[in-house]
């Protein structure tokens, strides 16, 4: 059937075409839309879970796997970073079920975070890595990635870049296969299953090595890259890795109005991104007396073709990065396919084909991200800048970390309060850092619920072990909100259903031996800014848990926190409420400041703001 | 036919919807099509944009600068970021509302004018099909939801029009959207009936 889905569905539908018994993800934009879809499925036969991590999500699947049988991975190019301790081991010991591990990267960075390319990560793990250049591709090599994976009997990258992750395309899907019901193997191997021992281990390395050389025979002889090669031999040839290939034909058909020819070029689409395509390369390079690579990211594909090149005593040029033609920075599209044309045919496409008016973008007002309407993050950023003010020191002489997550968003006005954003957890080591380095104003550490969860825990252990003055506030919307309102390991069931068991920070923190607790509701900033500037003044790690549900998934079920009522008459429009909170429910008016009853959620924080009394609760 | 729409807005509009019903409709009469939704980290409020590219089998999901067909924004400040994109002889509709960010509320940081965008879309060489917020109608006492009244005009005015069916948009509208069935199709009707605008 027919299907207009996204390049993420595509994977799960690929992956439940192949009969996936398990698929395991931690959130993150652009990947987060394959596991979701699979959750909404409510599927019978396939576990599909949110892992506290992707390490542990890795773990997971990988145990499904060892089993035999076929698993899934998901997680964001960041994540990937998370397991890939995990990863290089595993791919070492090799798989009997099919295990696949998506990656999505995202050059253009448009999620905000390092513009990583993962296909290096395949090289370092002599993993094969499949790229498809559309969403319909992405189907079908979803399919294929579990074949390659049980016939060498090892993981199988699948990556994707936000375009096509993204991306709605039409898809032919077929019905989900049955999942497999076969009792698990349970294959005692320590020569496969340890690392104990340079002979285990080397062993080990040789079958990988020789897996990946398999891998590139079985997707040479299935045609996974498309080559073709021109009628005339001598003429250009171009070679584009992943999502470059998609804008072929279509830069073709903008440079034939400058007398280029599609029927004299060679082209080699490139979906198995490694092992490296040695023998189409060979073939191009044999026929063809220039060569382009278009490629996004890194010059992977291109360092491949100039070693061949060299391998083969060829004369002719091979532009791409290395010689400074094209970024490594931001995505590709149908401009560098023409640019690139241009650079070696030199047909006098003149530069400014693509470029649009760009004097326009600085008119445009800046809109930085900030938090929600009612949002409790709001409370915590205001209660930590009062707390401050209340302990006579500034903004910019007390560092207060950030982590990863809507948290991070105190970096922006009206609080520009957050100083760091680095990766999951690094919030609570970054601060015992600049305490170590002698920072004599009290140090505070922000963190989300999800985020601790995930690697914050193993920070703040250290901060206890080594007995570091440091605040640390845990900001517990109990949700993953900043992807698009997952559960974590805190999330409250949803009317009492179990079907998982809900872990309470409040009770992890006493836990440790952590003498100073508090846990307060971040929408009394009062209360909250009285025992965060009591915390800044004690010695030791203390820890202020701020609790109080993201105001989006509260408002979906219908929850509203108050109602808060403009009283016009008082109002002189000083805007000191807007300045403050920085809410968006908040809109000028006439004479009055207006508050959009759709948006806000009564929090009440903007009531303390005002001095003139024209904001007051109302009775719900 | 091939045809390429970039859209800008803010969180919160339904600016995305629009290209998700012309997506369906797309799939529904079997023309190819690629749609690429870019929320970034927008929530509420943020910029957001899309693609959608009409009529290309294996097309990639950006369009380039200069070569889209139609450009749809819907917050006026917001809608100077399509204007790179916009093919001189485009359309390039505005819903001119506005959504000032906290900055400019305060007094603290300028906001285009109309005039300003205006121009530039003049300089890029495309032409405007401008809707007033004022003008969206009611209905049973109640504004009907912008988007489909914008989508409504873009099938009534632009060459969109005469690429696909408004009974197949109208079609995608009353499957997609179960409730508020007469509204929506009431926004959407009024759209299309607009008095031409254009300057």
Known sequence: MKKLITGNEAIAYGALRAGVKAVTG????????????????????????????????????????????????TMKMSGLNVAYDTLISVAYSGCDGGLVVYVADDPGASAGMCEQDSRSFAVMADMPMLEPATVAETYALTKFAFNLSERIKGPVFLRL??????????????????VSQAAPLLIKD????????????TNQHRDLIQRLVQAGQITDEAKINKLTLSNKPGGLGILASGIAAAYLEEGFEAAASFGFNREDVSTLAIKVVHPFPAAEARKMLAHCQTILILEELEPLIERGMVVEAQRMGYRGKITGKLDGVFSRIGEYGVPQVVQGIESVLHLGIPENVFTGNTQALKLAAARPITVCAGCPHRGTYIAI??????????????????????????????????????SMGASLGLAQGYVHAGVKTPVIATIGDSTFFHAGIAGLVNAIQHQIDLTLVIMDNRWTAMTGMQVNPGTPCENGARTYQEIDIARIIPALGIEHFWTVDPFEVEETTEVIRLAMTLPGVK???????????????????????????NCNLCKLCLMVTGCSAFSLGANAIEIDPELCYGCGICIETCHHDALVAEVV | MKYDIFFAGVGGQGILTIGEVLAEVAHYK?????????????????FVKAQLRLGRENVGPNIPQRSADMVIAMEQSESLKAIPFIKPGGDFVLYSDIWAPTAVALGKAPYPTFAQITEQVKLA????VHIDPGQLPEYAGELVHANLYVLGVIMGQTALGTLIRSEDVEHIIQTRFKRNIEANSFAYRAGLGMPLVVS
């Open chain 1, 26 to 73: 931690y959130p993150g934009t652009p990947s987060t839309g394959c596991l979701s879809s699979l959750l909404a499925m409510n599927l019978v036969d396939t576990h599909v879970e949110w892992s506290v991590n992707e390490k542990v999500a890795l773990e997971v699947a990988t145990g499904v796997a060892w089993s035999g049988h076929r698993a899934l991975c």
């Open chain 2, 125 to 128: 060489g495309a032409r405007l």
């Open chain 1, 161 to 178: 870049v936000t375009g096509i992750a993204d991306s709605y395309a039409e898809v032919e899907v077929e019905e989900p296969a049955p």
């Open chain 1, 190 to 201: 320590i020569q496969r299953y340890t690392k104990a021992g340079a002979v285990i281990a």
């Open chain 1, 543 to 569: 820890v202020v848990l701020a609790r109080q549900e993201c105001a989006i998934q509260a408002q979906r079920q219908g929850k509203q926190a108050g109602k808060v009522r403009v009283v016009e008459e």
């Open chain 2, 30 to 46: 079997d023309i190819p099509a690629n749609f690429y939704p870019s929320k970034g980290m927008a929530q509420r409020g943020g």
């Open chain 1, 385 to 422: 800048e009062k707390a401050i003010k209340k302990l006579r020191l500034k903004k910019n002489e007390v560092m207060v970390t950030g982590d990863i997550g809507c948290t991070i968003l105190g970096m922006n006005p009206p609080f520009d309060l957050i100083w760091t954003e680095i």
